[in-house]
C-alpha cells in the first residue's frame, strides 16, 4: 500500500501562486494520478490529472492556471496553481486517478484564498 504526504499549502493572496507537492511512499511509474480537492461543506473533487505517459486534463474551473507534473524519480507529483481565487479554498489531496482501492488517503494540505 502506498503511502501519500501532500505539502505546499498555505495562505495566500487573489491572484498569488502556490506550488504543492505530493510524495508517494512507493513507486508511481505506472499509475495516473491526480490531484483533488475538497472544500467545506463540498464533495471532493478531482481537478487535475496525468497520466503514466505525461498526459493531462483539467477541471474547467482551474483549466488555465493550474499545471500538474510528475517525477516518477522522486515518486512525486506537482500542482503549479497561479492566479489563484477565493474559490480554490480548499484542503488538497493527491492520489491515483482512478483511485487505487487499497490506497489510503493523505492528510491533505489546506490551501486558503483571502486578502
Known amino acids: 500500500q502506498v503511502q501519500l504526504v501532500e505539502s505546499g499549502g498555505g495562505l495566500v493572496q487573489p491572484g498569488g501562486s502556490l506550488r504543492l507537492s505530493c510524495a508517494a511512499s512507493?513507486?508511481?511509474?505506472?499509475?495516473?494520478m491526480g490531484w483533488y480537492r475538497q472544500a467545506p461543506g463540498k464533495p471532493r473533487e478531482l481537478v487535475a490529472r496525468?497520466?503514466?505517459?505525461?498526459?493531462?486534463n483539467y477541471a474547467g474551473s482551474v483549466s488555465g492556471r493550474f499545471t500538474i507534473s510528475r517525477d516518477n524519480a522522486k515518486n512525486t507529483v506537482y500542482l503549479q496553481m497561479n492566479s489563484l481565487k477565493p474559490e480554490d479554498t480548499a484542503v488538497y489531496y493527491c492520489?491515483?486517478?482512478?483511485?487505487?482501492?487499497?490506497?489510503?488517503w493523505g492528510q491533505g494540505t489546506q490551501v486558503t484564498v483571502s486578502s
Open positions: 512507493g513507486s508511481i511509474r505506472t499509475i495516473n
Open positions: 492520489n491515483a486517478a482512478p483511485l487505487i482501492v487499497s490506497w489510503s
Open positions: 496525468i497520466t503514466s505517459g505525461g498526459s493531462t
